[in-house]
């Protein structure tokens, strides 16, 4: 099963996903970055961090870019991001 590494990007910061994650392919990769990015925001976060200046960069095991997800994408007109 393909492993797929979920590199988290801010204008501040990069953290790296060291260990990734196997998933059966790019559409459930996209969907499981889409629920964390969900989570993410409904979290208070240390240091002011603005979610929705944040994306999921999300590599391949050959370290090619998959796919790139803002987290203002995934919010829901209903539901607006918790912001510091």
């Given at each position: 099963m393909p492993r797929y590494f979920f590199h988290l990007r801010s204008p501040e910061a990069h953290v790296i996903d060291p260990d990734g994650a196997e998933f059966s392919d790019p559409d459930e990769a996209w969907e499981a970055a889409r629920r964390t990015a969900r989570t993410l925001m409904r979290t208070p976060a240390e240091g002011g961090i603005e979610w929705l200046r944040c994306s999921f960069e999300v590599l391949?095991?050959?370290?090619?870019?998959?796919?790139?997800?803002?987290?203002?994408e995934v919010i829901t007109p209903d539901e607006p991001p918790t912001e510091q």
């Open positions: 391949d095991e050959a370290g090619e870019i998959v796919f790139e997800l803002p987290f203002a």
